[in-house]
């Protein structure tokens, strides 16, 4: 009997703690789902948030990168034999543009000269002017060519006939002794679209460097053009302009286009 009495006793404890746990239990999982409610909408704002910030400002695509596994398409040898080409590199970026780059220069020091050949995708701003990336380059390898800072244009070095035709050599600004100044030039197709630029320091007179350029284009070799039939028909043709580098670096150097020793066109 005192048995029974005590079971009926212990009896009602245990369910009054059986329900307090299930009532424990429920507002926590109550509080659980409030905060994950909570977190949801907070999340759904956020997403709105940078859905309408990206609508209003451009999107920002990612620049060129490098193409470590691409195949060279190019070939290119050095005006002077004594210095070897440095590096050739292959840049590519998402929308489609490709920038093979070589460099030449001595072992160990900065480069004296630099081609490039840019074949543009997506990425291309028609409105851009075709020589800011050339000033920039210039800029960053060659310090010295510019004292005063970061370029504000070009100023005209002549004009070479190569290969690829008529070539406006330019300079930066500032350099006090313009005879050394390094060189550079830009030439655009647009079918194929193409740019080829680039920059000269070699020689130590302002004819050499314009004879390195010519040179440098003169030696410049397609290897591969891909599905790209035109740019295989631009270098053709360009390969029957081909002089050896010897009239290809030419210098027309008249009282129009001559930045150096100008002389007039015809008799007087």
Known sequence: MQSQARNHIIHPALTSFADECCATLARLIAYVGALALFA?????????LQLDTAAAEPAEQPGFAL??????????????PREKSESYVIFRH???????TFHWGPPGEKPVAELEIYRPGGEFDPSEPLTADLAARMAQENPQENPQGSPQGFEAAGVIDSKFGTLTLLRLPGRIDAARSCLGFTKHFDDPALR????????????????AIGCMLDRLTLLASGNEPKLAELFARS?????????ATAISADWVTGA???RLRGPL
């Open 40 to 48: 949801i909408v907070s999340l759904n704002f956020w997403d709105r």
């Open 67 to 80: 193409a470590s596994r691409s195949c060279p398409a190019f070939a290119a040898s050095s005006f002077d």
């Open 94 to 100: 998402p929308a489609g543009g490709r920038k093979d």
């Open 196 to 211: 080829i630029s680039g920059w000269s320091c070699q020689g130590t007179t302002l004819s050499a460097r314009r004879a």
């Open 239 to 247: 390969e029957l302009r081909r002089s050896g580098c010897g009239a």
């Open 260 to 262: 150096d020793s100008p």
